[in-house]
């Protein structure tokens, strides 16, 4: 079982849609919760972090940690074309991450 | 991209050749990392280094061998590339000295192994 399950899409959403991006992982030890935006052809940018349980909120942008469930999410409220990208999750303090979800906003 | 480069950018090489990959970072880092990235596997790390010559395996490290013989540069070798290395390889820098969980990327360096 991989530390860390990312659907990989690809997801294709209307602007103004609310995405929603999750990931699941396997050790009920990890603390942190990264992630991170990647643009076609650039190296992944750190979006959000959450240090254990609970939301994180960051303009358009949600993180949320279920430790109970070991289940992570990232919401996108207003999606707009410039959030067409691919989206990692990451876990631990050395970072294992998902496979990626490549996300795009249709105008 | 926090201060960091990588070069090449992109490279074409055959295989059995050695290739080696550059970071370099201006702003006098600790932490330093190689990644590859392919599709349906996300980011592998490969190695990293948490100061001058103080190096360590990451989970991909087999066919890799690096260096840090400075603060600001690591580099990644491959000693006989193999068409299973062609791959998206980035480096990444974590600030804060312990603080690994918040990496910076850099741009990325292409290699497709022929």
């Known amino acids: 079982q991989k530390e860390v399950e990312q659907d990989p899409g690809p997801l294709s959403v209307p602007e103004g849609a609310i995405v929603s991006l999750n990931c699941t992982y396997s050790n009920s030890a990890f603390q942190y919760f990264m992630w991170y935006r990647q643009y076609s052809r650039k190296g992944p940018e750190l979006l959000m972090y959450t240090y254990s349980s609970g939301n994180k909120e960051d303009g358009r942008f949600t993180a949320q940690v279920d430790k109970s469930s070991k289940y992570i999410s990232l919401f996108i409220r207003d999606s707009q074309p410039s959030d067409s990208a691919t989206y990692l999750c990451?876990?631990?303090?050395?970072?294992?991450f998902g496979s990626g979800t490549q996300l795009t906003v249709l105008p | 991209d926090a201060g960091i480069t990588q070069s090449p950018r992109h490279k074409v090489t055959e295989t059995g050749t050695p290739v080696t990959l550059r970071c370099h970072q201006t702003e006098n880092h600790r932490y330093m990392y190689w990644y590859r990235q392919d599709p349906g596997h996300g980011l592998r790390l490969i190695h990293y280094?948490?100061?001058?010559?103080?190096?360590d395996k990451g989970e991909v490290s087999d066919g890799y061998s690096v260096s840090r013989s400075k603060t600001e540069d690591f580099l990644l070798t491959l000693e006989s590339a193999t068409s299973s290395q062609t791959s998206v390889y980035f480096c990444a820098i974590s600030e804060g000295g312990q603080v690994t969980y918040t990496q910076y990327f850099g741009p990325g360096t292409r290699l497709t192994v022929l």
């Open positions: 990451a876990v631990s303090r050395q970072l294992t």
């Open positions: 280094s948490y100061g001058v010559k103080d190096t």
